[in-house]
Nanobody
Framework: QVQLVESGGGLVQAGGSLRLSCTVSGGIGSINYLGWYRQPPGKERELVAGISSGGITNYADSVKGRFTISRDTAKNTVYLQMNSLKPEDTDVYYC?????????WGKGTLVTVSS
């Protein structure tokens, strides 16, 4: 059974940094895509950053230059380094895996940025 476990969320002051981690387990084989998403109140879940199996990354415009996604293939883990955090980055951050055409989601980790 595929499982995604996120960690690294917490409370930080504006301008601070956090690093989120998402570890995938469950006999996954080759991973197609890993990404981080968030869901602002009243809105649809949106992409924050994603990374393909080939290492190609993409970012939401609002986080470009501040956030960096990376992956450790040996550990089946994806990271999101978040710098220069803003209060509007406050949200629950979800890890998403696309594996052989199937979507999997983690339960999320809360990031709170105080002003």
């Amino acid at each position: 059974q595929v499982q995604l476990v996120e960690s690294g969320g917490g409370l930080v002051q504006a301008g601070g940094s956090l690093r989120l981690s998402c570890t995938v387990s469950g006999g996954i084989g080759s991973i197609n895509y890993l990404g981080w998403y968030r869901q602002p109140p009243g809105k649809e879940r949106e992409l924050v950053a994603g990374i393909s199996s080939g290492g190609i990354t993409n970012y939401a415009d609002s986080v470009k230059g501040r956030f960096t996604i990376s992956r450790d293939t040996a550990k089946n883990t994806v990271y999101l380094q978040m710098n220069s955090l803003k209060p509007e980055d406050t949200d629950v951050y979800y890890c998403r895996l696309i594996l052989r055409g199937v979507n999997y989601w983690g339960k999320g980790t809360l990031v709170t940025v105080s002003s």
